[in-house]
């Protein structure tokens, strides 16, 4: 079963902004590095952003300059806010944590349209 629930996504306008929520049990998300990847159609999934527990961050090419990575250890809530959103960044977002292959969420479905 996943331990990781995504949350947030849905429509929005090109130039527009969604902010995504990832909630992991404490025990994951306190001693691991929490990432964001995506999947569009008829591509594969791809790395979009990580940060660190002591909150360095780095970012994909395609996304540098418009998302933000955050995570608020308080609340076991990994974000990512996502800004000037274009067509392409329609994907299902998924997190993870410590880049392993067993901890994912389910994903959420994040759609840029006008």
């Known amino acids: 079963q996943v331990q990781l629930v995504e949350s947030g996504g849905g429509l929005v306008q090109p130039g527009g902004s969604l902010r995504l929520s990832c909630a992991a049990p404490?025990?994951?998300?306190?001693?691991?590095?929490m990432a964001w990847y995506r999947q569009a159609p008829g591509k594969q999934r791809e790395w979009v952003a990580a940060v660190t527990n002591t909150g360095i961050t780095n970012y994909a090419d395609s996304v540098k300059g418009r998302f933000t990575i955050s995570r608020d250890n308080a609340k076991n809530t990994a974000y990512l806010q996502m800004d000037s959103m274009k067509p392409e960044d329609t994907a299902v977002y998924y997190c993870?944590?410590?880049?392993?292959?067993?901890?994912w969420g389910q994903g959420t479905q994040v759609t840029v349209s006008s």
């Open positions: 993870n944590a410590g880049f392993r292959a067993t901890w």
């Open positions: 404490g025990s994951i998300f306190s001693r691991h590095v």
